[in-house]
Structure formats: structure tokens, C-alpha cells
């Protein structure tokens, strides 16, 4: 038997009687804290919006989205230094593919790979979850995805989701107004205002956006006058190839 | 013909170091011309396109000259497989550092970072058989490198490698001069490696010209495939 103060909140990941993992569900608790990232996945198009971490007018505004590869950016929510080992992490295993293969890694193998990653931290004692979830937003020759990971090691594919405080909020939001035929424009216009709900800070927007086999990371209004110019190309060769 | 000796390094004796590296270097110098020239609006790399397997040729559309990044390409001779190689994991290293400091590598640095793999493959009796211009515009300048099996990197104004070199050279030096043009520097770098492709039975099958300009990349192929 345990000691009495002994909890199933130690360091230890140990499962509860009721076969909970406390540890892993404090990590959640941690991201729920973060500042959030809503994510959005079109027809020929994924892309991502937050908000930059501007709360001082002395301290210059912290970029949240990062760019891992060519076709792939992750943002995440939760406690920076977390945040940045699972960029750099997935930063290395996109090279290690180049390395082997000479041709950029598909988003499905890098979100495994992450996964995976964040999975050994729920298995082990004397480590403690990550307290990050990551939106990863990537285009590849299976066309464009938009992935969430949380601290458990999930892996989950959608089409709208968001992360980070009151992302509730933002859910609620991206589940009334998602529809499948939302071109570029529209689906930055949502996302942003799914994003306001859950941070109203008014700090600089940053969109992250991939299609064709790229990721490109923009500020708000460029990112909405280059979602016309990228639409309209992706118009004209459809039309052309068909 | 002897197209790698790396074995003999394991069992000589202890002035391995001296005999074995020019024995490397000199069978690394086998089988190709690759020259790179600075010019004052940029750096111009060429190369021929044949490859070798002992005594015949064992392609002759193989490329010499890889892009780096935009702004930054090696030309290779010696052992392509180690060349290859060595060139992914530069380009996966200088990458990574480009993400995480946000700004790319110097023309210097990627060679630094080149060489220094290549310095510790001499050091651990594996070494990469390959020698290795590196070339490029940075805030500094157009700048030109040449790393060799040996991990020393030098700094030139022109330069050429491979078992051609000799003859490039020779042209080279006469028709080389200071605050040469990229425009014309490139005709001067595609007669070096066509005067070696004259006399030198490494090399041939065509040659490929790179111009790295402050505009970007310019590639041209003159002749190949079989001629």
C-alpha cells in the first residue's frame, strides 16, 4: 500500500483506480491556459490563425507560428519551452527525411512522429508531460491537412479545431459557420473571428497557410490579399488541367 | 584502377597521415572537372557531366553542381556517394540553424559546416573521398571555397578540382582576372572545363554552368548526353 499522502497527483504518471492519468490530465490543464490557435481546412487548403504574444509595450510581440518545413507550420498552446522542444523536434525529423529521402516529409508522417514523441512523456517516471498542444498545418502531395496534437499523444485530423484558452468558445463558432465550400477568404474571415472569441486581446494576427506543397506565414492583411491571388491560381490551373 | 583506397588508412602504420591523405587526394582527383570562379557581381560554378566506375564511364549525365539554397551551390568531385551524402546533411544542418536564428548561413559558414564534418571523418579513419567547392552571395559578397578530404577549407579567387584540374588550370590563369563579370566569367569557367574535357579522359559528356548573381540562379547546360 501507498502512504496515506501519497496521491495519484505525484510525480509519477500512475494511474488512479478508476484508470485515470492525473499527471496527463494536468498537462491538458496547462494548455487550457495558453494562448489559443484556431485552424481551419478547405478544399485545397489548410491554414491556421493566433494571435502574437503581445502583452507588455516594452517587450517586442512573440511569433506563435513556426514554420517546421516548406509545406508544413506548427502553432502551439501552452508553456513556451514545451512548445519549442516539439518544434525543434519536428524541425529534425523534417530534415532527417530529407537526409534519407531528398524530398520534403508528408504532414501525417511529421504528426506521428510528434505523437509519438509526446506519448514517452506519459509513460515514464521522473518526466512530466508535455504541457503543449500543437495545430499542425501542412500540404502535401495527399493534398492539405490540418492536425491537432495534445499532451496524451493524440493525433486528431478535422476540418475546423482549436486550441488553447477558451477554445470552447472558438469551437462553438467554427461549428455554426464551417461550411466544406469555404474559399481562402472566407475561411481566414472565420477564422479570426472564432479566434476573437477565445482572445480578445486585439494583439497581431498571425496566419499560417499551406497549399500546394507550401507553407507560407503572414500577417492578417497580407494573408487576406494574398488569399485572393492564391485562390485565384489555384482557379485558373484546375481549369487548365481539366 | 583504383577508385577508392580508404581501406589501406585502417592498417598502416603512423604516418598514415601524411602518405594515405595524398594517396586520397589524389585518387579523389580522379575523374572529373568541377571549376568555380568569383567574379565582382557574383560566383559562377561548372562542371562536366561524366561519372566513372574504374576504367569506363559509368554515366554521363550526372550532376556536379547541387543548389544549397538559393543563394549558395557545391560543385563535387571524388566519391559522389560520400559527396551526396555529405550534401544532404549540410543542407539539413544549415536548415535548422536558418529556423531556429532566423537568417541563413554565410557562404563561409556553410563551408565551415562542410568542412568540418569532413575534418572529422580524417579524424576517425572514415573520411569522406571527396573534394567540395562551395559558392555563393552572402552580405559579405560573392564568396568561393574549396574544402578538401582533409577537413582544410581555402579561400579563392578561382579554383578547379578533379583529375582535369590541371588543364583548367591552365586556362584559368590566363584568362582569369580581377573584377571579372559573371557574364563573362561563365564563358571563361565553361572553356576551362571544355579545354580539360579535351585532354583529360575523366571528363566529358557535356558541361553544366551555374551563375549565382544577387538576382538568383541561372542554370545552363552546353552540349551532354553522349557527345
Known amino acids: ?242 | 584502377m583504383p577508385l577508392l583506397r580508404t581501406s589501406n588508412l585502417t592498417m598502416c602504420d603512423k604516418s598514415w597521415s601524411i602518405i594515405d591523405l595524398q594517396d586520397i587526394r589524389y585518387t579523389v582527383q580522379q575523374m572529373t572537372t568541377v571549376v568555380g570562379l568569383k567574379c565582382v557581381d557574383g560566383v559562377v560554378l561548372a562542371s562536366d557531366r561524366r561519372a566513372s566506375k574504374g576504367g569506363m564511364i559509368g554515366s554521363k549525365s550526372v550532376r556536379k553542381i547541387y543548389a544549397l539554397d538559393e543563394n549558395k551551390a557545391v560543385a563535387i568531385a571524388g566519391q559522389l556517394s560520400d559527396a551526396n551524402y555529405l550534401i544532404n546533411l549540410v543542407k539539413a544542418e544549415a536548415k535548422l540553424i536558418e529556423l531556429k536564428r532566423g537568417f541563413q548561413l554565410t557562404v563561409k559558414e556553410a563551408a565551415k559546416l562542410l568542412s568540418n564534418i569532413m575534418y572529422s571523418g580524417m579524424r576517425s579513419y572514415a573520411p569522406y573521398v571527396t573534394e567540395i567547392l562551395v559558392a555563393g552571395i552572402d552580405e559579405t559578397g560573392p564568396r568561393l571555397f574549396e574544402a578538401d578530404v582533409s577537413g582544410a577549407i581555402t579561400d579563392e579567387d578561382f579554383t578547379a578540382t578533379g583529375s582535369g584540374s590541371p588543364m583548367a588550370f591552365g586556362l584559368l590563369e590566363g584568362s582569369y582576372r580581377q573584377g571579372i563579370k559573371v557574364s563573362d566569367g561563365a564563358s571563361v569557367a565553361a572553356r576551362a572545363v571544355k579545354a580539360a574535357m579535351e585532354r583529360d579522359p575523366g571528363s566529358g559528356n557535356g558541361i553544366q554552368v551555374l551563375k549565382i548573381t544577387k538576382e538568383g540562379m541561372e542554370w545552363v547546360d552546353i552540349g551532354g548526353n553522349g557527345q
Open chain 1, 1 to 242: 500500500m501507498m502512504p496515506k499522502e501519497f496521491g495519484y497527483d505525484r510525480p509519477f504518471t500512475l494511474y488512479t483506480p478508476d484508470g485515470r492519468l492525473i499527471q496527463v490530465e494536468y498537462a491538458a490543464e496547462a494548455v487550457r491556459h495558453g494562448s489559443p490557435v484556431v485552424g481551419i481546412r478547405g478544399k485545397d487548403f489548410s491554414l491556421m490563425v493566433a494571435r502574437m504574444k503581445d502583452t507588455d509595450p516594452l517587450i517586442d510581440p512573440v511569433e506563435k507560428i513556426h514554420i517546421v518545413d516548406e509545406n508544413i507550420g506548427i502553432a502551439g498552446a501552452g508553456y513556451t519551452g514545451d512548445i519549442d522542444l516539439l518544434i525543434d523536434e519536428a524541425r529534425l525529423e523534417a530534415q532527417r527525411h530529407r537526409v534519407i529521402f531528398e524530398d520534403p516529409i508528408d504532414v501525417r508522417s511529421i504528426v506521428n512522429h510528434i505523437t509519438q514523441f509526446m506519448y514517452q512523456f506519459t509513460r515514464y517516471s521522473g518526466v512530466r508531460p508535455l504541457g503543449a498542444a500543437l495545430i499542425v498545418v501542412g500540404s502535401d502531395r495527399t493534398g492539405s491537412h490540418l492536425y491537432q496534437v495534445d499532451p496524451m499523444g493524440l493525433m486528431i485530423s478535422g476540418k475546423a479545431m482549436a486550441i488553447g484558452m477558451n477554445c470552447e468558445n472558438a469551437t462553438g463558432i467554427l461549428r455554426e459557420e464551417y461550411r466544406d465550400d469555404l474559399n481562402m477568404e472566407e475561411a481566414i474571415k472565420l477564422a479570426v473571428k472564432a479566434l476573437s472569441k477565445a482572445d480578445e486581446s486585439g494583439a497581431p494576427v498571425e496566419v499560417g497557410i499551406a497549399t500546394e506543397s507550401r507553407f507560407m506565414k503572414t500577417n492578417l492583411e497580407n494573408a487576406l490579399k494574398r488569399a485572393k491571388e492564391i485562390q485565384d491560381k489555384i482557379k485558373k490551373d484546375k481549369k487548365e488541367n481539366s
